[in-house]
């Protein structure tokens, strides 16, 4: 697969009304999208930082996957998203073929319209891992 670069970097939040004044106050950076993804239990919102963003991610329900995070291991870093260049099925196809464990086994609609994969952290070296594309 072709990484161009971190597109962005997941950070769970109990409340992102509570979270952004640090980021926009303390670190100067600007909220530019909040968007609730159904499918993920998540309210999300992006802010840019440079050529990359930062993805706060707030639970909308006690069984989504952020909501078990934060319970098991507190707010912090929940995932690493890379973009892929030459494709995420492409990506997904070559990442199973080296014996890595997929969550998603085959590219879904993500945050900011983005066709988004996961690969497990059993797999990664402990990094939950996004694939993405435009
Ligand atoms: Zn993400």
Redesign the pocket.
């Known amino acids: 697969m072709k990484i161009s670069h971190i597109e ?1 970097l ?1 950070i769970a939040v109990k409340s992102i009304e509570e979270a952004l004044p640090y980021y926009e106050k303390v670190l100067g950076l600007t909220c530019y999208n909040i968007e609730t993804v159904e499918d993920q239990k998540v309210k999300t919102a992006f802010l840019k930082c440079g050529d990359t963003k930062i ?1 706060l ?1 707030e639970p909308t329900s006690p069984d989504s996957t952020s909501a078990g995070f934060i319970e098991k291991r507190g707010m912090g870093i929940h ?1 690493l ?1 890379f973009a892929i260049e030459d494709g995420v099925a492409n990506a997904l196809a070559e990442a199973e073929g080296a014996g890595i464990r997929l969550i998603d086994k085959a590219p879904r609609k ?2 900011e319209n983005l066709q ?1 994969a996961f690969l497990h952290p059993k797999s990664t070296m402990g990094v939950l891992t ?1 694939l ?1 594309e435009k």
């Open positions: 962005h997941g993805e991610l995932h998203a993500g945050a988004i996004e993405c």
